[in-house]
Nanobody, 124 residues
Framework: VQLQASGGGLVQAGGSLRLFCVAS????????VGWFRQAPGKEREFVAG????????FYSDSVKGRFTISRDNAANTAYLEMNSLKPEDTAVYYC??????????????????WGKGTLVTVSS
């Protein structure tokens, strides 16, 4: 499975961005799709995830209520809608998928495939 993330950019605090993650290859094997981020000097952390069956969504406390994850299986694309952005949301954002069904906080080490990151910068 190959992943391509895009949509990052520079935005002012309070603004919005939409990230995209397009998958190719053996996408039928994907159960969990997650977004992670890594800020300078910090460890990579889980942001949001959506798992099938059920397509339940999960969020970190820091983004709950502001970010929305969704996936379009027909288009092999996942999205991360980010609203009310804060300077502390500044990070490189990565999409990742797993052949395992996860719920709650997805483990960084448990994801099978990663895309290259896309940089999100939120100015104050």
């Amino acid at each position: 499975v190959q992943l391509q993330a895009s949509g990052g950019g520079l935005v002012q605090a309070g603004g919005s961005l939409r990230l995209f993650c397009v998958a190719s290859g053996r996408t039928s094997s994907i159960y969990s799709v997650g977004w992670f981020r890594q800020a300078p000097g910090k460890e990579r952390e889980f942001v949001a995830g959506v798992s099938r069956p059920g397509y339940n969504t999960f969020y970190s406390d820091s983004v709950k209520g502001r970010f929305t994850i969704s996936r379009d299986n027909a288009a092999n694309t996942a999205y991360l809608e980010m609203n009310s952005l804060k300077p502390e949301d500044t990070a490189v954002y990565y999409c990742a998928v797993s052949q395992t069904y996860y719920f709650g906080t997805y483990p960084v080490g448990g994801m099978d495939y990663w895309g290259k990151g896309t940089l999100v910068t939120v100015s104050s």
